[in-house]
């Protein structure tokens, strides 16, 4: 699931090991979880009128070739056209309680809103290079589309030294490719901001409802172009056709467990009941008897 | 309440159970004391409705799922405004497990601190609000919740709410997240300690009226609006002879997850049943036991006023000077009555295992109904 338009710039991959054998450690991809996606726009919104772009650090965990970013905070920081700068104690006292909630993350990269790249980022690129030594630092920059002319979206970069005299403000970034990734128990809850009117007070049985709702338009749909396509009306898509046979054909196999399976949901559902009122009537019981 | 002065009254909000000493309170020292009461109208207005930005619902969602055994808890911040409680930022707390409990306090005391502080210097709001739980299969009700509510609401300007959010029940596709606060009765209660049975009876509280329920709903500001718009809307791909299934993808393409037939979750919420009736009964017992100790030692005592009397009557009826009547309660001490606040919520464990057991059978029910009817035609 890329998280911008996709660009035709060519991608890093794994290649060969360094020569004493040991696992190269360029990351190669990113993923990041929503939660830190939106407090980095949250931190776009709180930023005073003099901050053009705001900068903060990325939180989370790396393998071998790609790197997981979990979390995010803000970072104090001003830019003038003289000068660039960062606070550093904020920036370490910040991670020193994040880690007492979390202890498997660490400081993974940075990230600025503001799409452009320039020497005060090579800067702060070296300076974060620094704080995840070994390792590379990761860049992020996203871009929140409120700019004219720039649509939104979220760019990762990797730095390498560029040049004939490699010095801190001077380093190129090669992007690699990002994607949002988030639990499977989580998707309930990102849905829920997604679907403009949600109430929160939605019963199991109105989800299952509007489900069920979507799953019967879809088929309706689908119904509407393949009757049409009988009559002649119009040329079937091949590809379609294949398409649809492959998944609505499937059948579910006719069993008698199923009825045992019905008997047992019952049961449950009774029981259920049944210890609901048992709990209220105690509960009254209680209030009754004299002390 | 209206505190003599807004300062005082935001650094009364933190809410360190114990005296650590606040730093940095901020100093909106513009209004002078004298009208602060006139100003403070905001305290007057009840809540009415709790707004949830969907970024503290990402971040919840984040760390409960992320918090392994223990339950995961952390601070809401925000504003109250206007009737409408907005929270708009949200931090974990961390854990305090396996130290003792004056060390423990003090460390999530200096945690909150710092981390307020921290907040407040990139512009964040720096305001508690309330607090937040995770929990799992629906049963919330234990005694660091309402301890912590009810410090809480002492101590915040509105009183605190405590979110709850279902781990289980977000797993199963419906993500939910409820806003409760402590009704006032159970507060009186709480505030006299009196759990006996005659404080219930005077209270009329039983396990439904401890918590009230506060209608909330989801606020997401215009940015992210148009982020998640974005994140949604399909591209198509630029190959002319992809499959169907490929052809189209965005980032965030909607999941079906709560279609799935299956009963993973039925058995362990039996279990978890079980296991809280036998509590309850556990805990009764231990209630009827005490109930019968007292009443022995009541009876004793009577028996004993009796006697005195009876031997005063007859020292009358012979002339003598009668004994004097000793106090009773120096002699047999009589244990107090039990607080049956522990039953009372181990009641409400029950009643919250068995309706989310309920309503987990009940949409299984109408799923297996669907499979067959799609199939069988």
């Known amino acids: ?291 | 309440m209206a505190a003599p002065s807004m300062a005082a009254a935001l650094a009364a909000s933190l809410p360190a159970p114990q005296a650590a000493p606040t730093p940095a309170a901020p100093t909106y020292e513009a209004i002078p004391a004298s009208m602060s009461k006139a100003i403070d109208i905001e305290a007057e207005i009840p809540l009415t409705c709790v707004q949830l930005d969907g970024m503290v619902i990402t971040k919840i969602l984040k760390h409960s799922r992320e918090a392994s055994s223990t339950t995961a808890h952390g601070l809401l911040l925000g504003l109250d405004l206007d009737g409408i409680l907005e929270v708009s930022n949200s931090f974990a707390l961390p854990n305090h497990t396996n130290d003792d409990d004056e060390k423990a306090t003090k460390s999530i005391g200096r945690y909150q601190a710092s981390m307020l502080r921290s907040l407040k210097e990139v512009q964040g709001d720096d305001n508690v609000v309330g607090f937040y739980q995770a929990t799992s299969l629906g049963a919330f009700f234990n005694q660091t919740l309402i301890d912590t509510q009810a410090i809480h609401q002492d101590r915040l300007r509105h009183g605190g709410v405590v979110i709850v959010h279902d781990i289980s029940q977000t797993a199963r596709g419906n993500a939910s997240f409820r806003a409760f606060k402590l009704t006032p009765s159970f507060m009186d209660a709480y505030r006299r300690a009196n759990f006996s049975t005659a404080g219930l009876v005077s209270h009329r509280l039983t396990f439904s009226s401890i918590l009230e329920e506060i209608p909330l709903r989801v606020r997401t500001n215009a940015l992210l609006n148009s982020y998640l718009n974005m994140l949604v809307t399909p591209s198509t791909s630029s190959f002319s002879g992809a499959r169907p299934g490929e052809a189209t993808t965005s980032a965030l393409s909607p999941s079906y997850s709560v279609l799935d037939i299956g009963n993973t979750g039925l058995t362990k919420n039996l279990e978890q049943v079980a296991e809280a009736i036998d509590n309850y009964r556990t805990e009764e017992g231990n209630v009827a036991y005490l109930s019968r100790q007292i009443a022995r030692e009541k009876l004793r005592a009577e028996t004993y006023v009796a006697k005195r009397k009876e031997e005063n009557a007859r020292r009358v009826a012979q002339g003598l000077n009668p004994l004097p009547e000793e106090d009773v309660s120096r002699l047999f001490r009589i244990p107090p009555e039990p607080s049956r606040l522990e039953s009372m919520l181990l009641l409400g464990q029950v009643d919250a295992y068995a309706k989310s057991l309920e309503s987990n059978a009940g949409t299984g029910l109408v799923k297996m109904y669907g499979a067959k009817a799609s199939s069988g035609v």
């Open chain 1, 1 to 291: 699931m890329p998280l911008s338009a996709s660009s035709s710039a060519a991608y890093l991959q794994n290649t060969s090991p360094t020569p004493n054998g040991a696992p190269s450690t360029r990351p190669t991809s990113l993923t990041i979880h929503p939660s830190a996606l939106f407090s980095i726009l949250d931190h776009y919104l709180r930023r005073t009128d003099a901050q053009h772009r705001v900068i903060g650090t990325l939180l989370g965990s790396r393998t071998d070739s790609s790197v997981d970013v979990k979390a995010a905070f803000a970072v104090l920081h001003s830019e003038t056209d003289e000068q660039v700068a960062v606070d550093m104690d904020y920036h370490r006292a910040m991670y020193d309680l994040c880690t007492r909630v979390r202890p498997n993350e660490t400081i993974v990269g940075w990230y600025s809103t503001g799409s452009d790249l320039n020497t005060y980022s090579a800067l702060i690129q070296n300076f974060y290079s620094q704080e995840t030594a070994p390792h590379q630092a990761v860049h992020v920059a996203l871009d929140t589309g409120t700019e004219g002319g720039k649509g939104a979206g979220v760019k990762a970069y990797i730095s390498s030294p560029v040049g004939v005299f490699p010095k801190p403000e001077n380093c190129v970034f090669v992007p690699i490719p990002c994607e949002l990734r988030f639990h499977e128990a989580e998707r309930s809850g990102l849905d829920l901001l997604l679907s403009p009117n949600a109430s929160l007070a939605q019963t199991d049985l109105d989800v299952l409802a509007s489900a069920l709702t979507d799953v019967q338009n879809m088929l309706n749909r689908v119904l509407a172009y393949v009757q049409s396509v009988l009559r002649g009306e119009i040329v079937g898509d091949k590809a379609v056709g294949r398409y649809l046979m492959d998944v609505l054909g499937t059948g579910v196999e006719e069993d008698g467990g199923w009825t045992a399976g019905l008997q047992d949901t019952l049961m449950v559902t009774y029981l259920a009941n049944l210890v609901r009122s048992q709990a209220e009537v105690s509960a009254r019981l209680a209030l009754t008897s004299s002390a």
